[in-house]
């Protein structure tokens, strides 16, 4: 019998299973790296604790990524999927509650049972951070967006808000307005931004229009994102604001719970380190995605998939012409 510490029951050893190589996050780069590990031959399993897809599912349509004219992100990852379960085993509604490492093995103890393998690779993506406001969920992929590069285009003549003051809202008010649409406004609820002076500079250039002082404390609309209502914090005067979408910028949170208890090294972001062939400092643990920063793109996440597979095949014992 083993004893399973953090659960307190103990498992016969036939209840644990066995692979060479388990995934932590089934999104782009999770399934990516499974299919590149499966054709190499690997034994491969893919933990999610959701559905899969990560953030890629609340994107309406795509039309960056390459092979696709416009695709919705749900679809999209609905083809990887199916991709991907050819090559490995995919466990969905099962969270990796711990992973353990004892010299050359690591043991994996989620939800339902408890795995063992020989590498890991990290995927666990990011989370946008929500405002947390009536009307945000409902109207998510309906006019409220996380992500500008995503989704701006779907904008073009309309009159959008975004909201946060860092350097990434400013941008992205910028990218927004160089792209064609109509107003861009953006929103922050202090008196001053937080992002650099030249990109402020820069924004006022391009003729973003900056409301200071202005709290969102609602989103509005049927089908679409019709109106906000918004919270003059100086005149503390509320007031209905008409636009057709909203861009929420207030940064993401890397979900790195797991890394850290592997003592896998994080940067000041929290994001995982890791070289050009995604090997973190543990070895035996490799990282993709959103997880590692960067771009934060499907195409990109989907190549570091790839590349981490394949690099693991080095603590396998498999051989790779590469």
Known sequence: MKYNRKTKYKMSVWEIMDYELAIIGAGPAGYSASIYA?????KTVVFDKIGGGGLALVSPNIENYAGFESISGAELMDKMQKHASKYANIH???????ITKNENLFTIETTNKTYTSKAVILCMGTEYRKLGIPGEQELQGKGVSYCATCDGQFFKGKNVGVVGGGNSAVIEAIFLKQIGCKEVYLIHRRDQLRAEKAIED?????????????HVDSIHGG?????LNLHDLKKDKKFNF?????FVSIGEAPQNTLAKELGVKLDEKGYII????????VRGVYAAGDITGGLRQ??????????????????LGKKYPY
Do not use: H, W
Not at 93 to 98: G, L, M, P, R
Not at 223 to 227: C, E, G, I, T
Not at 298 to 309: F, M
């Open 38 to 42: 499966g054709r190499s031959g690997i």
């Open 92 to 98: 969905f509604i099962e969270e990796v509650k711990n």
């Open 202 to 214: 820069e924004a006022i250039a391009k003729q973003v229009k900056i409301m200071y002082g202005t």
């Open 223 to 227: 089908q679409k994102v019709d109106y």
């Open 242 to 246: 008409s636009v057709d979408g909203i």
């Open 274 to 281: 890791v070289d050009r062939q995604q090997k973190t400092n």
């Open 298 to 315: 499907i195409i990109t996440a989907c190549a570091e998939g790839a590349i981490a597979a394949l690099s693991s095949t080095e603590v």
